[in-house]
């Protein structure tokens, strides 16, 4: 059983990143691109962010490791290391 809010689901869902493994990058909702960096390069993973209108974008280096970032973001959307935007 899940020990997030009913409101931290949600955010978490609104979010949902999306890891595009030919162009190295991660499409999240906005605002959490800042958020979900932030985790990865706690964790070591370098990125830029764009905001674009329909959502955050982060670049990643050609020689990241993606599948490391995919087990990062599943553990990002579980609530470690995520800092939702207020409301």
């Not at 030919?22 to 958020?35: N, W």
């Not at 020689?63 to 409301?87: C, F, H, K, S």
Request: hydrophobic fraction near 40%; proline fraction near 3%; charged fraction near 25%.
């Amino acid at each position: 059983m899940s020990s997030l809010s009913r409101r931290e689901q949600r955010a978490r869902e609104k979010a949902r990143p999306e890891l595009n493994r030919e162009h190295h990058d991660i499409l999240v909702g906005h605002p959490y691109g800042a958020s979900l960096l932030a985790f990865l390069e706690s964790r070591g993973i370098a990125g830029l962010t764009a905001v674009e209108s329909f959502a955050d974008i982060i670049c990643l280096a050609q020689d990241t490791n993606l599948d490391a970032v995919e087990a990062l973001i599943a553990e990002w959307m579980q609530g470690q290391g995520y800092d939702a935007p207020r409301t």
